[in-house]
């Protein structure tokens, strides 16, 4: 409710992360006196206000970018601080406009394996994140959407027609602690605990409706209701691409003809966080460049190829071994198969540098 209190919140937030000088993310810099001036009496019709939007940002200072959607109206009721967020993160305009759907079907054969010989990737994954048709995000999910949303989707992924794709919903209710956290480890499952989905508001009601669906193979699997509605994820060892994307496709096929998705003509498919909008994929390797990640300049080289560096856990964790996951570090404002290209064109030029590095 936008209550003199939660005005005052707002109000205290913005000091806040003004006087903290250790605070750099994208919130910090575009959260300006003159949008919250503007912003903060606004609420959608669901009643999200501007204090939603920038919650997890607020108590995390260390977030990179820290504001969520609360539901996808809050793109445009909050499109003063969205806007230059997301132009600064994808270099999209509030006129842009994503480009119409192209995941790559029938051209997955020309992105050949990366490393054939695999002296440098390890594995390769590629996710996209979906939302349901006339749900909004997690903090305005009630305990009862968690379970029809599960059904809902528990129902198409019964539907699988591929004969590889086909597999089983674990939800996370009921499951051993044992087994979920062999699933963590693996890189299979979402963690449990993330403190930028938790100060957003992100984890109530959890482990209801929240799951993971994947294949025999645990090459085609599904989340389900941890940051977005659906991720589905392809990934396999090595570093066939073309193979990897193909699985997604065909994964993505199947289940968009039983459930719709949230789609925007302007934002392309929703997401809770703005950096996975448009074509909400990311395209990764684990990968080991000894030499390369070495150079003094090497954020500079991945940000002139559009690449983002996480640590071997995911986002905000640290690098093992030398292993780093890179992937694109664009979603918005190019189309599926553009960002998959977007990974797949860096990391040749990675391994080449590194090749040629004495
Ligand atoms: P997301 O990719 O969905 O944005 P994270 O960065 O948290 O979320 O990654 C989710 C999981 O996927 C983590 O366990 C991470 O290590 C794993 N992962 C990412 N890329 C790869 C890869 N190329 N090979 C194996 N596991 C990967
Ligand atoms: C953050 O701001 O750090 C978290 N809310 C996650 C942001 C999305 N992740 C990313 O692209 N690094």
Known sequence: ENNAFNIKKIENAYKTLQDNSECNSLLKKHLTQSVVDKLKYKKTKLGATLYDVIRSGVFNPDASVGVY????????????LFDPIIQEYHGFGPNDKQPDVDLGEGRTKELEPLDPDGKYIIST????????????????????????MQEKV??????????????????????????????IADHFLFKEGDRHLQHANACRFWPVGRGIFHNNDKTF?????????????SMEQGSDVGKCLDRLIRGVKNIEKVVPFARDPHLGYLTFCPTNLGSTVRASVHIKLP???????FKEITDRLKLQVRGIH????????????????????????QAVRQMYDGIKELIKMEKESK
């Open 125 to 148: 994954r590629i996710r996209c994140g979906r939302a349901l048709n006339g749900y909004p995000f997690n903090p305005l999910l009630k305990n009862d959407d968690y379970v029809a």
């Open 221 to 233: 699997l599904i989340w389900v209701n941890e940051e977005d509605h659906l991720r589905l994820i």
């Open 69 to 80: 959607a609360p539901d996808s109206e809050s793109y445009k009721v909050f499109a003063a």
């Open 291 to 297: 030499k390369v990640s070495a150079r003094k300049d």
């Open 314 to 337: 995911g986002e905000h964790s640290d690098s093992e071994g030398g292993v780093m996951d890179i992937s694109n570090k664009q979603r918005l404002g190019l189309s599926e198969y």
């Open 154 to 183: 528990k129902k198409a992924l019964a539907q699988v027609q591929d004969a590889d794709l086909k597999g089983t919903y674990y939800p996370l209710e009921g499951m051993k602690k044992e087994t979920q956290n062999k699933l």
